[in-house]
Nanobody, 124 residues
Framework: VQLQASGGGLVQAGGSLRLSCASSGRAFSGRTTGWFRQAPGKEREFVAAISGSGSSSRYVDSLKGRFTISRDNAKNTVFLQMNSLKPEDTAVYYC??????????????????WGQGTQVTVSS
């Protein structure tokens, strides 16, 4: 499973971005997919995950209400809509496909396939 994250960029505080995670692999559509982020000098942290069917999702508590994860299995793509962005959201955002299909792991160890990351920079 190969993943390609895109959609990052520079945005002012309060703005929005939509990240995409695309895969050419057929197995991607059945797998739980997650987004993680890593800010400079910090550990990679869980952001959100969505089940393979798209019927369930999970978010880190601090981002609930601002970020929304969704997927289009017909296009083998998972999205992360980010609204009301803050400077502290600045990080490299990674998408990852899990070994699971329905559970929603928050630990990086639950994911076996990773994209290359896309930079999100929020200016104040």
């Amino acid at each position: 499973v190969q993943l390609q994250a895109s959609g990052g960029g520079l945005v002012q505080a309060g703005g929005s971005l939509r990240l995409s995670c695309a895969s050419s692999g057929r197995a991607f559509s059945g797998r739980t997919t997650g987004w993680f982020r890593q800010a400079p000098g910090k550990e990679r942290e869980f952001v959100a995950a969505i089940s393979g069917s798209g019927s369930s999702s999970r978010y880190v508590d601090s981002l609930k209400g601002r970020f929304t994860i969704s997927r289009d299995n017909a296009k083998n793509t998972v999205f992360l809509q980010m609204n009301s962005l803050k400077p502290e959201d600045t990080a490299v955002y990674y998408c990852a496909a899990a070994f699971a299909t329905s559970t929603l792991p928050s630990g990086a160890g639950g994911y076996g396939y990773w994209g290359q990351g896309t930079q999100v920079t929020v200016s104040s």
